[in-house]
């Protein structure tokens, strides 16, 4: 009866996630497609006779004003440095989720993907750091650390039914605790000189937010007014201004004020009413779907509806939006011979060959050592294949190039090239492996004793 035991230890684990974790990779698999989509369309333009206008485009200066202050940045930065702040926001706010609530709300659960994102972001560092060593490129060590989310999920989609959807849980995990380190080496590595004032400035403001968390507002509205002068803030004091969007997803309520009883109870009157007053000959379907958004409205936390708001925004116009201005870059003649340079074997290596192994070997430890159990149904060929995956840095990847490289437009093509390069490797790789692993049983037979 062992598999059975198994299979009762999960499930209560996999079941209440289940749903969500469909709904995100449906979401994730449209929006990698657009992704693709504009990331061919921006390295097509870029190489075509509107090159010149195209990335002068993408420089074109805006300036905001309002008195004695004064903002100028071109369209690039307000993306990279302005939209990809609400990206990590929507980072932050599924960090804590999944740390509150989710697969790493409790040790046990959180182990195997902390352990395998850490190591799947060890062994890239130090294979790049292998090539690069003593060289200039040295700076980029972060660029094969990262996992892109939304590619990885949208190819373990196309497995469909032959792969667990446990492991499906555990990459979204992964990747997740993936992004929190990505987060923190961004923080720490990769962060110019520092303003004291500025720093000071930011401190008032994360002050305010802690008590406005602390005093139980929930007006959305206060706090997108206190996250753009923690943006701006952010952005003078020469640390990242992405992180500004991170520090205010903590502070964001999470939790609902009512008990789940009063939900249930609450849920049963509204839908009584409904039912007792909607039924009018003149009652539109709208009517119907209007009360009910009420109802999510009035019983959903704060971070809840902004994460579920943000979803589709960044989905389909942030990450659009950074493929089209951050991929099209000139691709020379000399191309195989930019994939030659130490720079690029550090970030091809590091990601197709860094991050399966370093995800690998640190489960296999972490589960030899008793630290962490393999999620029901996964075998080690799907940790395999899920680890090949995560060598898909792409966005992340690209957007760590610009952090490491800033201005240097030369060196941040090459390693583009060896980014998109590599995401390619990995993700074709990584899906006819799984593709060939034998079909978990979803019912798997009882086990006979003698």
């Not at 990779?25 to 061919?40: T, Y």
């Not at 996992?147 to 990747?175: H, M, N, Q, V």
């Not at 939900?263 to 409904?274: N, T």
């Not at 590599?422 to 086990?447: C, D, N, Q, W």
Request: some cysteine; glycine content about 6%; aromatic content about 12%.
């Amino acid at each position: 009866m062992a598999t059975n035991t198994v299979k009762n230890f999960f499930n209560p684990i996999v079941k209440p996630i289940a749903k969500p974790i469909e709904e995100f990779i449906k979401l994730e698999q449209a929006s990698s497609l657009i992704l693709l989509v504009c990331s061919v369309l921006s390295l097509g333009i870029a190489n075509s006779p509107l090159s010149s206008e195209y990335i002068q485009f993408w420089d074109t200066h805006t300036n905001l004003t309002f008195g004695s202050f004064h903002l100028e940045k071109s369209l690039a930065h307000l993306i990279d440095d302005g939209l990809m702040a609400v990206f990590f926001l929507l980072v932050g706010l599924e960090i804590k989720r999944e740390v509150l609530e989710g697969q790493l709300a409790t040790l046990k659960q959180a182990m195997l993907p902390l352990l395998c994102a850490l190591g799947g972001m060890i062994f890239p560092a130090l294979f790049y750091t292998l090539f690069n060593y003593n060289t200039n490129f040295l700076r980029g060590w972060g660029i094969p650390m990262a996992t892109d989310i939304a590619f990885c999920l949208a190819i373990l989609s196309l497995l469909g039914k032959r792969i667990p959807l446990t492991l499906k849980i555990f990459l979204t995990a992964l990747a997740i605790a993936d992004d929190l380190g990505a987060v923190l080496v961004i923080a720490f590595f990769y962060t110019a000189d520092l303003h004291t004032d500025y720093l000071l400035a930011m401190a008032a403001v994360v002050v305010i937010l802690f008590g406005l968390n602390a005093a139980g507002i929930k007006s959305l509205a206060v706090y997108w007014f206190c996250g753009i002068f923690l943006w701006y803030f952010t952005l003078e004091s020469g640390i990242h201004a992405t992180i500004s969007g991170v520090l205010l997803a903590i502070f964001i309520p999470f939790k609902t004020e009512f008990t789940k009883q009063q939900l249930l109870e609450l849920l049963q009157e509204k839908l009584s009413l409904i039912k007792d007053n909607l039924q009018a000959p003149d009652v539109k379907p709208r009517d119907i779907t209007e009360e009910l958004e009420d109802i999510t409205e009035q019983t959903s936390s704060p971070s809840q509806m902004l994460e579920h708001q943000l979803h589709s925004f960044v989905a389909y116009f942030v990450m659009p939006l950074f493929a089209l201005c951050n991929t099209g870059f000139l691709l020379s003649g000399n191309v195989l011979q930019e994939l030659n340079s130490t720079m690029s074997w550090g970030i091809i290596v590091g990601l197709v060959v860094g991050k399966p192994l370093g995800i690998f070997l640190t489960a296999y430890l972490a589960v030899k050592l008793n630290i962490a159990v393999l999620p029901y149904q996964v075998q080690w060929s799907h940790i395999f294949g899920a680890g090949l995956l995560a060598g898909i840095g792409f966005t992340m990847s690209i957007f760590t190039t610009l952090l490491a490289f800033p201005e240097q437009i030369i060196i941040q093509s090459g390693a583009k090239s060896a980014i998109l390069l590599a995401s390619m490797l990995a993700g074709i790789i990584g899906y006819t492996f799984l593709r060939v692993v034998p079909k978990t049983e979803e019912h798997p037979k009882e086990e006979t004793t003698n």
